[in-house]
């Protein structure tokens, strides 16, 4: 960023980054579209959006303490800004965002039934998109080892019952099965629009066979949540990610910068 000095905090490798045409950016109905920022575009990110910033999104970005988190939300902003204004007609800098009670960013202007989900973790962000329904995206780095101790205990209060045992029955490799259940649910509850202030234990996720491998479904207090496409999506070998949408056939495209 020119201003604030935003850009300029922190010096890391930097990867080529093509940012898509606006006028090529199309969004059909039906259509969920999940682009990926790897950090290593984080910085050139940064460079090349951090000026189609508004000024709380600055104000915010400059309250990170460490120069890697100021550079990986404003490279994460500054792209979900670039693929809005493009998939709108509109540009980037001219969006207007508020914030839900629950946290969740929502469009204010222009007003768009245009749904986006954004997740991040070490090493990479994932923005998600799609056009008058909710969804939600998340993605957690694996974390080295097979086992989780005490998975019951951390547990508690987030995974529902049929969950706790699909956990105790994986153990000894459990770490893989519960980074499952917790993306999962995180998709569906940032889809919901309400992330962890919702009791996560009363949604249960599992896989569904019958739509095939990658493919979940989940309910509510025992009651089957129809006319949604969850699904686990491949973001390579270190990191776990989920999608949830309320649609019923989405059509899956992934995107690099
Ligand atoms: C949503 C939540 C589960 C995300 O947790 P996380 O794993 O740490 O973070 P992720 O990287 O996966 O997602 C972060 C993004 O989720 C989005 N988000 C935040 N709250 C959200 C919500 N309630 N619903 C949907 N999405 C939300 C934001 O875009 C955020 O990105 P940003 O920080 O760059 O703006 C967590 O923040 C949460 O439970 N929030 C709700 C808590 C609440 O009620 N807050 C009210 C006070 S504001």
């Excluded at 800098?93 to 070490?122: M, Y």
Aim: charged share 20%; proline share 5%.
């Amino acid at each position: 960023m020119q201003q604030d000095g935003l850009a300029t905090r922190g010096a890391r490798a930097a990867a080529p980054l093509v940012l898509p045409q606006p006028e090529r950016l199309a969004l059909p109905d039906g259509a969920v579209q999940v682009w990926e920022l790897a950090d290593t575009q984080v910085n050139p990110a940064c460079t090349r959006l951090a000026h189609t910033l508004a000024p709380d999104e600055r104000a915010r970005a400059l309250a990170f303490r460490h120069a890697r988190h100021c550079n990986g939300y404003v490279a994460r902003r500054g792209l979900l800004r670039w693929l809005l204004g493009g998939y709108l007609h509109c540009r980037p800098e001219a969006l207007r965002f508020t914030i839900s009670a629950f946290g969740k960013p929502v469009l204010q202007w222009p007003q768009a039934r245009l749904a986006f989900s954004v997740s991040h973790t070490d090493g990479l962000a994932l923005l998600a998109f799609a056009r008058a329904c909710c969804l939600g995206v998340d993605v957690e780095r694996r974390a080295g080892g097979e086992n989780i101790a005490g998975v019951p205990e951390f547990g508690r209060g987030i995974f529902s019952p049929q969950e706790a045992q699909r956990l105790a029955r994986a153990r000894p490799a459990s770490a893989d099965a519960l980074l499952s259940i917790w993306t999962r649910k995180e998709a569906l509850l940032k889809a919901l629009g309400m992330g962890l202030s919702a009791d996560p234990s009363a949604y249960t996720t599992e896989d569904d066979w019958q739509r095939g491998a990658g493919h979940w479904r989940a309910s509510r207090d025992g009651t089957a949540m129809s006319g949604w496409s969850c699904l686990d999506l491949d973001a390579g070998a270190e990191f776990r990610a989920a999608l949830a949408v309320a649609l019923p056939d989405a059509s899956l495209t992934w995107h690099r910068c």
